[in-house]
């Protein structure tokens, strides 16, 4: 049977295969259509396993939010020409769309299964690194933001004595500035009351050590360290931060101020970041 150009277009227009791995298929089956199909998916399949030993150092991270739900994704490649591709971008959004629609809070293998199919096409290898889900309280209120090419993803959840607040653009846009603190800064904890409290130990001794060379009277010292200690954690802890916004006050009371102006109470409950090829953080 004659294998004609059109045949094997159509073949890579559905599989999206090459133009010549289309015609070898055709040519192995005869030209049976169904047949070729299944043979360039076998061909794929062969060549995810060369690839799987290869590292997966780019990629992108992704984030959807529907309703009282969040899906964060980080999807790892070989290449940044890959990460930057739309069937690639196009993976992660559906990848979260799945994971949204059926409630899956961690990888499986269906969704890896999603990313073998696209493998089998870019021909290069890709990992499904994570999956991160969070339940949205009906009071609170979840606002993302994608850095870049999705080298980075924030999630930041602000929870209020009444919801309607939430419908308020400027409420909304200070949800937003939020996340956009958080790209920027990436701290380390929620608050103070978060921090270990081996950490804070630590960093007590250090300043004391630091502090007592001084040759200052005791009560002196004791100032000096305190100062510093609330100094190193108003860097490290998210509320504590000087506002991106507004570095006059922190982000602690940026919030007050903004829920006390529609008369709510407007405090951040959590945040997430999640870097691409990195550990993600989260409260």
Known sequence: MAITAEVVKKLRDITGAGM???????????????????????????????????????????????????????????????????????????????????????????????????????????????????????????????????ALAVLVVLKSDDKKIFENETVKEFANDCALHVAAFTPTYLNTEAVDKTYIKEQTEIFAAQAEKLGKPAKVVEGIIKGKLNKHLSEICFLQQPFVKDDSMSVEKKAKEVGKAFGASLEIVKYVFMRAGAASCSV
């Open 20 to 150: 010549m791995d289309c015609k070898k298929a055709l040519t192995q089956a005869d030209g049976d259509f169904a047949a070729a199909e299944k043979i360039l998916k076998e061909m794929g399949l062969a060549a995810v396993a060369k690839r799987q030993d290869r590292a997966t150092n780019n990629g992108r991270v992704f984030v959807k939010i529907k309703k009282d739900k969040v899906v964060m994704a980080e999807l790892s490649c070989e290449t940044d020409f890959v990460a930057s591709n739309d069937q690639f971008a196009e993976l992660g959004d559906n990848i979260c769309a799945v994971s949204l629609e059926k409630g899956y809070r961690k990888v499986n293998e269906e969704l890896e299964g999603m990313v073998t199919d696209l493998i089998t096409i870019i021909k290069e290898n890709m990992a499904l690194k994570q999956i991160q889900m969070f339940d949205i309280g009906d009071n609170e209120f979840a606002s993302s933001y994608v850095h870049g090419n999705g």
